[in-house]
């Protein structure tokens, strides 16, 4: 009998027993789950930091980041260059956006102060503060440290020239079709770093002074022919002096083959013989500054200059 009791009570202990695991079992998947469902959501707002948590720990994402802000801003750079100091903003708000490791939304093709530079498809909704139509002027100087992404250009002679990146290509092709068509074209001067443009001045303005002119004069009567410091095409790499830079270049066949192609190639004769008075510059047959195709192919079609295009453009 006790033995029957014994074994009814193990019996009992042991059913018991069963409930208390199950409950013990899901006890610990619970905490397992929950564990789980905790790992989960913590480690998404991990993914989300890792960006910026990497960039300025400086590893190779923040690199390209970086890389980006930078191409982004040199990109943008002279065009800004170009236009007013608040559009200048952009590229360090930009810089400082990949800085704190936020995503770099702007692009050349996003609106900016109301203003959609070109190649936003937008067609004919060019605007003046378009960077291939920059005019450098005494309100608008070129900053010192402007400098474009410059690349080498095709010089059909010797010596190594330079124009921004953007129109390079482009002047490039321009040479070749110029050479296939039996042209002997050769560049003088293409980018000049502000150093030259302000030793060339000053050079000319001495000459000037020399010759009686007080210092005012002498800086009037150069800057009909050579650019006041900060107001050269040349400084924005978007100009090129031809075959010698000698007024006869007029009555060459590679001055009537430029005339007739130029545009093709995004090029215009930026200082025509009867737009004086409204460029102030003297007539340069030999000087041709980038504008882009579409401009281009408007400025020497209807025979203006870039100043009375772009006061068109409003
Ligand atoms: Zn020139």
Known sequence: MPQQVN???????????????????TLALLVITVAIVFMTQCSRPKSDQTPSQI??????SSVSDVSQASSTSSTIDPSQAASSASEASLPSSAASSASSGGTITSSPTTPVNGVVPTGAGTGLGYKSSDWRLRIPNIDSPIEEDEIPELSTIESGGSGKFYLDSRAADDFDAMMAAAKKDGMNLYVSSSYRTPEYQKNLFEKRVKAAMANGENRAEAENTVAKETARPGTSDHMLGLAVDFNGVKNAFKDTKEYDWLIEHCAEYGFILRYPEDKVDITKVSYEPWHYRYVGKEHAAV????????????????
């Open 55 to 60: 960039s300025s720990a400086g590893t190779d």
């Open 7 to 25: 074994r009814s009570y193990s019996r009992r202990r042991r059913k018991s027993r069963f409930p208390y695991f199950a409950i013990l079992l």
């Open 299 to 314: 400025i020497m079609e209807k025979e203006i200059c870039l100043e009375e295009y772009v006061q068109d453009l409003g």
